[in-house]
């Protein structure tokens, strides 16, 4: 069984906090990681998809990296801002097959108070 | 383009019951997906497709029929519904290859 682990669970921050979150996945048979954000009462929207040992990505305050050696990501927000409350998923794809099923985590829960 | 549609939004059904949940995509996606979220966990596979006529089983398929007759649609049906179906439901779509998945806004289903 494939385990995709997050870690925390939540997380509360003052406006202005600049916060971090890891996803931890198996370091064999890597194919992908992508991070979504998942607002309440919405649908997972993606984020980035990463695919390279040591990849970085940005997006505005938000970005990632990658350490597929060891297994895991983290996700960085800087400055965070109410509008960043959100749950943050990290999924896993293995290499194989000509499909793009992906192993989700159970997401960090962000807080962001005013 | 409208993305990835689900329909309905909402549905109360009785132990027993069938029905079928609607998801459309016009992103011209090769890969579907159907996804069910419960309480602390995470969202966990039904079923996927890899294209028109190609279906396979996910984490969870079971209680779970689909079917994939055009690139567009990729119906979920439930054949007997049971309390433990109770969930939300996402479909999702994309591209082959190392690319993000759209998902649908959910179908919210519980089952008395």
New interface residues.
């Given amino acids: 069984i494939l385990n995709?682990e997050q870690s925390p669970q939540s997380l509360h921050v003052q406006e202005g906090d600049s916060t971090n979150f890891t996803c931890s996945f198996p370091s064999s048979n890597f194919?992908?990681l992508?991070w979504?954000r998942w607002e309440t009462a919405?649908?997972?929207?993606?984020l980035f998809?990463m695919?390279l040992n040591g990849d970085e990505k940005k997006k505005g305050r938000i970005s990632a990296t990658l350490n597929t050696k060891e297994g895991y990501s983290y996700l960085y927000i800087k400055g965070s801002q109410p509008e960043d409350s959100a749950t943050y998923?990290c999924?896993f794809?293995p290499y194989g097959g000509?499909?793009?099923?992906?192993?989700?985590?159970?997401?960090t829960l962000l807080a962001v108070q005013p | 383009n409208a993305g990835v549609t689900q329909t309905p939004k909402f549905q109360v059904l009785k132990t027993g019951q069938s029905m079928t949940l609607q998801c459309a995509q016009d992103m011209n996606h090769e890969y579907m997906s159907w996804y069910r979220q419960d309480p602390g966990m995470g969202l966990r596979l039904i079923h996927y497709s890899v294209g028109a006529g190609i279906t396979d089983q996910g984490e969870v398929p079971n209680g779970y029929n689909v079917s994939r007759s055009t690139t567009e649609d990729f119906p979920l049906r439930l054949l007997s519904a049971a309390p433990s179906q109770t969930s939300v439901y996402f479909c999702a779509s994309s591209l082959q290859g190392p690319e993000p998945q759209h998902f649908g806004d959910g179908t919210r289903l519980s089952i008395l």
């Avoid at chain 1, 000509?98 to 997401?107: D, E, R, S």
């Fill in positions: 995709v194919y992908a992508h979504y919405k649908s997972p929207e993606a998809v695919t998923l999924a794809r000509a499909t793009n099923k992906l192993i989700f985590g159970t997401g």
